[in-house]
């Protein structure tokens, strides 16, 4: 399956110029932009009496188209406008609208609100007599609708310009925009739908999708299946939870590298007290290494991190070890898991607005692949490609729930996954197995859902 791209503004509208320039009017993409508008609306919400608001560009044109067909289908429907459309596009959409137009300060709520105000051309967050007045005609609306986005946010890093309301409807067009996936703008766009209006999208931005991993063949055995290695540390409990989900992600062999000896469960899990780290780790066998996770941070736990490191194995960097690892550059193949926390502690001069460029640059810096985690995962790779997780369960909040995806990571690239298809990989069978888990779910409860997902 391809992976569904993400385009930014700018791509998208080089990609509505090339539409245009191989004969496809804006005229008809934004008619069918408004046709699949109102189909939408009409499927979401029925025959309810509307407003549309119509901004001055081509966010507004859509909402003029929308509201013609909306009245077609015989729906009691009414606009009311920010001025007029000065030109091209939007002013023939509008001059098409048979019915009347108020001011925006005139217009009376109704129980289906369009939000044709602005789209990816918002330049700067609305003033404020207006976003409070969006605000008001949407918490009077029962339904409420975006075009293509809520009005106020920012298309490429989901910032809200502007306070936004809770929407429950977007219908975007040719393909899903990164404000539509990341926070905290994508927790206001309630279900989104895309409307094909006849544009070619391509970019380095790609929705992170169900892996296609095969099942075990009858000549694979424990080896072929891969081996992950989880170095162990000053809380076992972390360790344990990446070899758990290493074990559930469909590794073959799952081993716990420890400083002193221990018992515990699932006995598949094979525990070695590693008095000689480089040693163990000289073992060719090891698809994949995590370090991290209840690792600690005194020197212990540095030493161990450089024998990793030295080790030359593909590596998972999680937890602690993200603290210890510094600015350096990696020359094996690694992931990179930081949060919020450990991301601007590991990375602190990489500040761009977007979490997406963020990523990259940290990727390109590192040399390694980024999994950056929270609500909205970003996984990027050094050389610019990146992805971005759909919703995540706002369950996940919860402590282990990391240490569990290192494991899931380590597990898809000892499989021999690439880094970045590891990567994603990993982030979709976490994400997957934790809407499976339900509510309330323990690690090790997520780490066992992890098998249903495979
Ligand atoms: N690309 C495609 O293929 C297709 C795109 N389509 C549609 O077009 C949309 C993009 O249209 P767009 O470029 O005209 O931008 P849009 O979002 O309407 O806003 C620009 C206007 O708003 C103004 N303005 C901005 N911020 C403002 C503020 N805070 N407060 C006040 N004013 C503000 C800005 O003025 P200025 O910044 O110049 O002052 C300008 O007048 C896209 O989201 C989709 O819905 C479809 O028709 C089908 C094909
Ligand atoms: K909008």
Not at 4 to 21: G, K, N, S, V
Not at 31 to 36: P, T
Not at 163 to 169: E, H, K, M, S, T
Request: glycine share 12%.
């Amino acid at each position: 399956m391809t992976a569904r791209p993400i385009l930014t503004a700018a791509e998208m509208r080089a990609a509505e110029e090339r539409a245009i320039a191989g004969g496809t009017p804006v005229e008809l993409l934004m008619e069918r932009a408004g046709f699949g508008v109102a189909e939408a609306a009409w499927r979401f919400a029925g025959p309810l009496k509307t407003l549309v608001l119509c901004g001055p560009g081509n966010n507004g044109g859509d909402g003029y188209v929308a509201a013609r067909y909306l009245a077609q289908r015989g729906m009691d429907v009414r606009v009311a406008a920010l001025g007029e459309p000065k030109a091209g596009a939007a002013a023939a959409a509008r001059a098409a609208w048979a019915g009347p137009v108020v001011s925006i300060d005139e217009a009376r709520p109704a129980p289906i609100l369009v939000d044709a105000l602005f789209g990816t051309g918002l330049s700067r967050g609305l003033n404020n007599a207006l976003a409070a007045r969006l605000a008001s005609l949407a918490e009077a609306a029962r339904i409420r609708v975006a075009v293509d986005l809520p009005s106020g946010v920012e298309t490429d890093t989901g910032a809200l310009l502007t306070g936004v309301p809770r929407f429950d409807l977007t219908v975007t067009f040719a393909t899903l925009k990164p404000a539509h996936l990341l926070q905290p703008s994508a927790a206001l766009c309630g279900r989104i739908v895309t409307v094909d209006i006849g544009i070619e999208a391509q970019a380095p931005l790609t929705v992170i999708g169900r892996p296609a991993l095969r099942p075990p063949s009858p000549q694979d055995h424990k080896y072929t299946r891969g081996l992950v290695a989880v170095i162990g540390g000053a809380m076992p409990g972390a360790s344990e939870l990446a070899a758990l989900g290493a074990a559930h992600a469909g590794a073959g062999y799952v081993l716990l590298l420890e400083a002193e000896p221990r018992f515990g469960q699932p006995h598949a899990i094979v525990r070695r007290v590693a008095a000689d780290l480089a040693k163990a780790l000289a073992d060719q066998r090891i698809g994949a290494l995590v370090v991290g996770p209840g690792l600690g941070r005194d020197a212990d736990a540095g030493k161990a991190l450089q024998a990793a490191i030295e080790s030359g194995r593909a590596l998972v960097i999680d937890g602690d070890a993200l603290h210890l690892l510094g600015p350096r550059r990696l020359t094996a193949p690694a992931i990179l898991t930081p949060h919020e926390g450990e991301f601007r502690a590991l990375f602190p001069d990489v500040k761009h607005a977007s979490k997406v460029e963020r990523a990259r640059a940290a990727a390109a810096r590192s040399g390694a692949v980024i999994v950056y985690k929270g609500a909205d995962t970003v996984v990027a790779a050094p050389d610019r490609r990146a992805a971005l997780a759909g919703e995540a369960s706002v369950w996940l909040s919860t402590a282990g729930t990391g240490d569990v995806l290192a494991g899931a990571i380590g597990a898809m690239l000892a499989r021999g996954l690439a880094p970045f298809e590891a990567a994603q990989a990993g982030v979709w069978l976490h994400g997957e197995a934790a809407r499976r888990a339900g509510k309330a779910f323990l690690a090790d409860d997520l780490a066992r859902h992890l098998s249903d997902c495979l």
